[in-house]
């Protein structure tokens, strides 16, 4: 396809959108993605957005903090340097499991949420210092926008204008 | 929808209190354990765990309306019918609690006036009523069933002030139980909002009292067996497991109703949200349990160790067990969204949790009433059919008395169509 052109459509209202997607979908028009500045409860199914992995990842996170943390004390309270605090016992590891659980939770939830945090920053990409991938900064107030490109379904522009016009768009332009 | 009490589910439940009643009667023949201490602590095990339950169902209902949510709008009813088992529940209480002032059992140490005077009369040593007293005096003598440690207790734990406040606490809960249900009737009948706004402050009144009485009840029932042992935290782990205990209950019923097409409102979105909460009140449980005996463990002073020691010495694999169980289960299964919308998994790990959470009443009550050597026999497991019988016995007709879905509620439209 030689014409792969980006269509933007403006709307003022997220439910606008919401039933206007609805539409276009059912019409047989794919959505690239949508803008919007805050989450639209119910778009997800309806422009095809697979459900999150960012769970997983948290868990994942979340093992590898409980692994270390519970490594490191055993390295650090045990192997290397054992202290007696308070007259408690400190040859072995599991005699000494309660006092660790405070810290392995600790550290597993702080490697949980950062992991899961930066991971979100890099799979979206806006880390700092980076360009918004942003089409109009509108969206970030209130303003929501649908990306489509007509080539990936086989619609001419004119006909897609045509569609997203019967859908209450305020604005719809091509770059 | 109204729901229909089948007599099979009776005979069923009917067979279960009989099966109590056959545990009952020869639990109390051959228990050879002092004053029938088994017996009395299985009727207190059993009693306070369903009435735990309805406890903690009129606080997540007085919580939804204090909060004014929405979402478990369509489960009303449901969390109402669980609460109405509320007055069978303290009327076996106060059966047991009188039975230790009549002195038929010895689960509360305390309520033995002998051991908080430090002297007695000489001449009365021996007889049916001796004579104690505080000072010494001409023809008293050193009393060897003083406490030094209970009878420090006194100014709170004695029979008098204890009666005050159980019927307080019990008076007040039955009280909003019962106001809580009639104007969720009226609600149906006259609609509006009227009512609504005013549930929120009876709500706000209740939670108030509930937040401090249920920690002093905890206290007077349960902590006041193991009489010489003290935990501050105490009141808040046996709070968070009355709230999960009934959570597990509100979801393997809500599950079932559904199941016999009786709440066609109720979605896949409801239940996980029923979920949500018995995911997470099953950490706090585990984190309070954690915290009291993490606190206790690392400062190692031997009264507080008390309550431990003889648990950890004597009922380790149960002691362990119920914390691996209750804790592990929730944690690793229902972490995933998708488990907690599959049925399947709610009603395998509900039931699981279930049990853990009443072998945790047992384990509060059964080492200070029974001492080192508590078994579970035909007794435990008898008595504790039989009081789910009860149990549902009196909450499926709570559910039958009223439709089983609230008919008029300004957030009804809004919960049935919940979607998360």
Known sequence: ?175 | MDFIFTKKAKLIFSAFMLIGVIAMVFGYATDVSDHHNRFWANIFVNGFFYFAISLGALFFLALQYATEASYMIALKRVIEGISQYIFVGSGILIIFFAAGSFHLHHVYHWMDISVMYEFVMEATVGSAHPEYIHEMVDGAVKNSNFDKLIAGKSAYLNQPFFWIRTLIYLGVWCYFANLFRKRSLMEDAIGGTKIHFKNMTYAAMFLVFFAFTSSTASWDWIMSIDTHWFSTLFGWYVFSGMWVSFLIVFVLVSIWLKHKGYLPNVNKSHIHDAAKWMFAISFLWTYLWFSQFMLIWYSNIPEEVTYYVIRIDHYKGLFWGIFFVNFLFPMVILLSRDAKRQIGYMITVGLIIFVGHWLDVYLMVMPGSLGAHAEIGFMEVGMALGFLGLFLFVVFRAFSKAPISVVKHPFLDESNHLHI
Request: hydrophobic share 45%.
């Open chain 1, 1 to 175: 396809m030689k014409d792969d052109k980006t269509i933007y459509a403006m709307y003022d209202d997220d439910m606008t959108l919401l039933a206007g997607a609805k539409d276009l979908v059912a019409k047989g028009v794919s959505i690239r993605d949508v803008f919007s500045p805050f989450p639209i409860h119910g778009i997800d199914p309806v422009i095809g957005i697979k459900q999150t992995r960012l769970a997983i990842c948290a868990f994942l996170f979340g093992l590898v903090g409980l692994t270390l943390a519970l490594a490191g004390m055993y390295y650090f309270m045990i192997v290397d340097w054992p202290m007696n605090i308070g007259g408690k016992p400190n040859n072995f590891f599991y005699q000494n499991l309660p006092a660790f659980v405070p810290i392995a939770f600790e550290f597993t939830v702080l490697l949980a949420a950062h992991g899961m945090a930066l991971t979100y920053f890099i799979r979206n990409w806006t880390l700092p210092g980076v360009t918004a991938r942003n089409p109009y900064p509108e969206t970030t107030n209130d303003r929501f926008v649908m990306e489509i490109h007509p080539s990936d379904f086989g619609m001419s522009v004119d006909e897609l204008t045509v569609e997203l016009q019967k859908t209450g768009t305020i604005l719809i332009e091509e770059r």
